[in-house]
């Protein structure tokens, strides 16, 4: 399983950047998407989620109404449209995949994307 995401960088106050995680090696429609981030010194926080089936989605406070998460399950991919950012964002971002059955539970991740919002 791999999970790769992209999409990361330096953006302005303010200013939107769109992240991008694409999935292999499993069967991206039976997973839980999520997007988490850790800032330097902080703990990793859980920034938005996506189901599968229906697709609901939830956001942490922070981000809500800012943040969009989405999903293409045909390409095996997930987003992250971020909006209105502001220097308390600037994390790196990673990807997660997340499965539990009755008899297992499994998490995957990506490798991380940084994002940088400064002037």
């Known amino acids: 399983v791999q999970l790769v995401e992209s999409g990361g960088g330096l953006v302005q106050p303010g200013g939107p950047l769109r992240l991008s995680c694409v999935a292999s090696?499993?069967?991206?429609?039976?997973?839980?998407m999520r997007w988490y981030r850790q800032a330097p010194g902080k703990e990793r926080e859980l920034v938005a989620t996506i189901n599968s089936g229906l697709g609901s989605t939830k956001y942490a406070d922070s981000v809500k109404g800012r943040f969009t998460i989405s999903r293409d399950n045909a390409k095996n991919m997930v987003y992250l449209e971020m909006n209105s950012l502001n220097p308390e964002d600037t994390a790196v971002y990673y990807c997660n995949a997340y499965l539990s059955t009755p008899s297992y539970e499994v998490d995957y991740w990506g490798q991380g994307t940084q994002v940088t919002v400064a002037s």
């Open positions: 090696g499993l069967t991206f429609s039976m997973y839980t």
